[in-house]
């Protein structure tokens, strides 16, 4: 069973659109943080919310924690071919834990 | 500085051979992780030690065998290759303090024929 169910799974896009990418679970993350990931590299962080309902904005990304502190999204505006690579969120269950993260999702943009 | 490395990038190897994997640190983090990302892009935690000590070992077979000789270093044996083992294994740490944020490592390609 998969914890976090993150969609969709692949997106492609053009240049100029926008997009969101959807984390959920039932479960209860103390944070949720979502990271990048490059082709040859390893993921790197681009966010983490910790407080439910919280918002937070970088450049053309937007991040936002679910009330009940379960599900994620992160929407991209006006996505540039920059933003080409696979993104994946990842949920926090307290210490003593690692991170578990969602399948991802590979987001192709075409100028 | 790369903050963390591992060693080596690729790796191709016959079935029933035994090969290491090296990471190391230099952030001064207190935990440090091996985690396995499949085909599909998926990445599951396989073990995490906080300064030395082994705190998580997820039904991983015993042939691997994770070994910490002091914080900054977390190495990972792996006996007896199958097929099914080859993948991308990425290192990763981070701090006791705070969210559980993980810094990686770009990830060393295991090959098996």
């Known amino acids: 069973t998969q914890l976090l169910e993150q969609s969709p799974q692949f997106l492609s896009i053009q240049e100029g659109e926008n997009l969101t990418v959807y984390c959920n679970s039932s479960?209860?993350?103390?944070?949720l943080q979502w990271y990048r990931q490059e082709p040859g590299e390893g993921p790197v962080l681009l966010v983490t919310?910790?407080?439910?309902?919280e918002v937070k904005k970088l450049k053309r990304l937007t991040f936002q924690f679910g009330d009940a502190r379960k599900d994620s999204s992160l929407h991209i505006t006006a996505a540039q071919p920059g933003d080409t690579g696979l993104y994946l969120c990842a949920g926090d269950q307290g210490e003593g834990t690692a991170l578990i993260f969602g399948k991802g999702t590979t987001l192709s943009v075409s100028s | 500085d790369t903050a963390v490395s591992q060693t080596p990038k690729y790796l191709v190897t016959q079935m029933g051979n035994d090969k290491s994997i090296k990471c190391e640190q230099n952030l001064g983090h207190d935990t440090m992780y091996w985690y396995k990302q499949d085909s599909k892009k998926f990445l599951k935690i396989m073990f995490s030690?906080?300064?030395?000590?082994?705190?998580i070992n997820e039904t991983v077979p015993n042939r691997f065998s994770p070994k910490s000789p002091d914080k900054a270093h977390l190495n990972l044996h792996i006996n007896s290759l199958e097929l099914g083992d080859s993948a991308v294994y990425f290192c990763?740490?981070?701090?006791?303090?705070?969210?559980?944020?993980?810094?990686f490592g770009a990830g060393s390609r295991l090959t098996v024929l």
């Open positions: 479960s209860v993350f103390s944070s």
């Open positions: 030690y906080n300064n030395k000590e082994l705190i």
């Open positions: 990763a740490s981070s701090s006791n303090s705070g969210a559980n944020v993980l810094t």
């Open positions: 919310v910790v407080t439910g309902g």
